[in-house]
């Protein structure tokens, strides 16, 4: 099997969309529960790690990041600003029509040549568009990603596994 990105990129699309669901059942149940959604974005799992509103700035991050690295276009500046959940919806939203406007010939192109990022706010790394995206970009979107449910999930919010999944058997 070949990797294309635009294969690539719709599982990206897919969980960004899943996000976005998540984040509506998570505003309802809230309400329901006279919870102030404000309070789960500096929710974390773990006291060393990223609050929820990290989470999902960075899934959108790496998303766009690939496209824009990979694809050799663009990348554009997201400032992480978002304090509500409407304010990560349309964080979310930016993401999905920069994914789906990629240029699926310069992205496929960009899989053989070199990739270079930043690592640290020092150092910068070179590998080849596919290893970049498929033993960094995803792995890295695909944990903020399920971090951000998961920090949901252990403020008691009634998602699952089909939530997150969302789409997946939509063929």
């Not at 990105?5 to 529960?33: C, F, H, P, Y």
């Amino acid at each position: 099997m070949t990797l294309t990105t635009r294969a690539v990129l719709s599982g990206v699309t897919q969980t960004l969309k899943a996000l976005d669901a998540i984040l509506d059942k998570t505003l309802v149940q809230a309400a329901e529960r006279k919870i102030d959604p404000a309070v789960l974005l500096s929710s974390r799992l773990a006291p060393d790690m990223l609050p929820f509103t990290r989470q999902i700035q960075l899934a959108c991050d790496f998303a766009k990041n690939l496209v824009a690295r990979v694809g050799g276009g663009e990348n554009p500046k997201f400032p992480d600003e978002e304090k509500t959940v409407e304010e990560l919806k349309a964080r979310i939203a930016k993401v999905l029509a920069f994914v789906a406007a990629a240029d699926d010939a310069a992205l496929d192109a960009g899989l053989a040549k070199d990739v270079t990022f930043p690592r640290g706010p020092s150092a910068t790394v070179t590998m080849k568009g596919e290893a970049y995206v498929t033993r960094f970009a995803l792995p890295n979107f695909y944990f903020h990603a399920a971090t951000a449910y998961n920090i949901l999930r252990e403020n008691g919010f009634h998602i699952g596994k089909q939530d997150f999944l969302l789409g997946a058997l939509d063929a």
